[in-house]
């Protein structure tokens, strides 16, 4: 049924009046792909514009969250053996324009996971301040974790190849999973590298994320990445790394 090496997973909740035409404009700019909602348990017709616009659909029966529907998708991927695995919201955020170069990017093998960023150089993206305070005090937490810059912590526009899959397929966090799994790979040595993107704005509904689903993101995420620093420092001090 699907045959390309890339497939792009689109984690979609209740995105019927836009997650159609982000298939189709997917499959307009580039066809060497296979593309994948998961409908994460979708009240609204999602599954069946996802189906007409041309993808295939997992349809959730209930709603796991953007960590549970990404994790179907890097399941699938690792079942049937795709060489890379793209995550693209369904809001229409992400410009498929630039699908091309982050998975030309990819096949130079010299990272495991491209990450389509709005910060390595200046583009048109607009952000509150709040939400700006917030994603550099992130990149800093992740920076010394890390040990190294990475200025878009929160993009989902991501190229994963199947080392990353693999890895993904057998944990990936449910809620707010972006920022963890950064400090995540780091533990496998993964590579990761930035390249430049543009963002647009959502193309219907509104963001899920309420200022007080930014604190509890803050909190939890600055807290997940303390416990897994502890982790690595602990392995790292019993010679198993």
């Excluded at 526009?157 to 799994?181: H, K, N, T």
């Excluded at 309420?210 to 982790?231: N, P, Q």
Aim: hydrophobic residues 40%; proline residues 3%.
């Amino acid at each position: 049924m699907l045959k390309n090496k890339a497939l792009i997973i689109i984690p979609a909740y209740n995105e019927e009046k836009t997650v159609g035409q982000v298939v189709r404009d997917i499959y307009s700019i580039i066809s060497r792909v296979d593309v994948l909602v998961v409908s994460d348990g979708s009240t609204d017709a999602t599954a069946k514009e996802a189906k007409a616009a041309g993808a295939f659909v997992i349809e959730l029966p209930v709603n796991l969250g953007i960590g549970g529907a990404m994790q179907t998708g890097y399941r699938y991927a690792a079942e049937e053996e795709y060489e890379y695995a793209v995550q693209v919201d369904a809001d229409g955020q992400h410009d498929p324009k630039d699908l091309p170069k982050l998975l030309a990017e990819a096949e130079k093998k010299d990272a495991n996971l491209i990450i389509g960023s709005r910060y390595v150089t200046k583009t048109g993206y607009q952000s509150t301040y709040a939400r700006r305070f917030g994603m550099i005090m992130l990149s800093r937490f992740v920076q010394m974790a890390v040990g190294y810059p990475v200025k878009d912590t929160t993009s989902g526009y991501r190229v994963a190849d199947r080392r990353v899959i693999q890895l993904f397929r057998d944990y990936y966090p449910l809620d707010y999973p972006e920022v963890e799994v950064l400090v995540l790979l780091h533990r496998y040595h993964v590579k990761i590298k930035e390249i430049s993107v543009e963002m647009r704005e959502r193309q219907a509904g509104r963001s899920s994320i309420t200022m007080l689903k930014s604190v509890y993101y803050m909190f939890k995420v600055t807290l997940a990445i303390g416990i897994e620093v502890l982790r690595i420092q602990t392995i790292r001090r019993d010679g198993s790394v």
